[in-house]
């Protein structure tokens, strides 16, 4: 069975710091994809990042930043220069074959707050 | 380019009526995706579906829980006989094709609070 994990339940940094947030996964496919939501206060899910298992180039987009490492199964999230406006859960996800490409598995969730 | 929409974003229900959940794909996307998230066990996949079809519903309750996608107009997450359990944030998200997997994009949700 596909596998979430993020360990950390809630992260809180004073702005302008940096934060890093953990996503392990588990599957048997050889072909996945791995993905980053947001949910700010107000509720709804925004899409931030996507990856395929066989692009392992890490990626950087303003102050977001991801490490995929398929040696460890992890695909962490790093924001760099935290602002208030960062504040919200980040949840990692996972789809792959074993269950059906339309099935996003989602971790618990990581609460990120941001003081000023 | 509008994004994907629900309605109604809140919607409260006395146990033993019913709940209709709608939810409008982005433009050009045919597949949707339900979703529930409960306090205590997070965002989990309840069905997906294309036009008049149901392709996976292995996260669907067996019971009370039904969702179609006419082939004309919304998606339809219908929840009969409401119990306080079903209170939760439901989301739709929609994807333009399945070409192994495409990214889905979420809606507002639906707060459903059962009273």
């Known amino acids: 069975a596909q596998k979430v994990t993020q360990a950390q339940t809630e992260i809180s940094v004073v702005e302008k710091e940096d934060v890093t947030l953990d996503c392990v996964y588990e599957?048997?496919?050889?072909?996945?994809?791995l993905f980053w939501y947001k949910q700010p206060p107000s509720g709804e899910l925004v899409f931030l990042i996507r990856?395929?298992?066989?692009?392992?180039q890490n990626e950087i987009s303003g102050r977001y930043s991801w490490n995929f490492q398929k040696s460890t199964s992890s695909f962490n999230f790093t924001i760099t220069a935290s602002q208030v406006v960062d504040s919200a859960v980040y949840f990692c996800?996972?789809?792959?074959?074993?269950?059906?490409?339309?099935?996003?598995?989602f971790g618990a969730g990581t609460q990120v707050v941001v003081t000023p | 380019n509008a994004g994907v929409m629900q309605n109604p974003r809140h919607l409260v229900r006395r146990r033993g009526q019913e709940a209709r959940l709608r939810c409008s794909p982005m433009?050009?996307?045919?597949?949707v995706y339900w979703y529930r998230q409960l306090p205590e066990e997070g965002l989990k996949f309840m069905v997906y579906?294309?036009?008049?079809?149901?392709?996976?519903e292995s996260g669907m309750p067996k019971e009370r829980f039904s969702a179609e996608f006419p082939k004309e107009g919304p998606s339809i997450l219908r929840i009969q006989q409401v119990v306080r359990g079903d209170s939760a944030a439901y989301f739709c998200?929609?994807?333009?094709?399945?070409?192994?997997?495409?990214?889905?994009?979420f809606g507002p949700g639906t707060r459903l609070t059962v009273l």
């Open positions: 990856r395929n298992s066989f692009d392992e």
């Open positions: 433009k050009g996307h045919s597949h």
């Open positions: 599957t048997r496919d050889t072909t996945y994809y």
């Open positions: 579906l294309q036009k008049e079809n149901i392709i996976d």
């Open positions: 998200a929609s994807s333009a094709r399945l070409l192994f997997t495409d990214t889905q994009y």
């Open positions: 996800a996972l789809s792959g074959s074993t269950d059906s490409w339309g099935k996003l598995q």
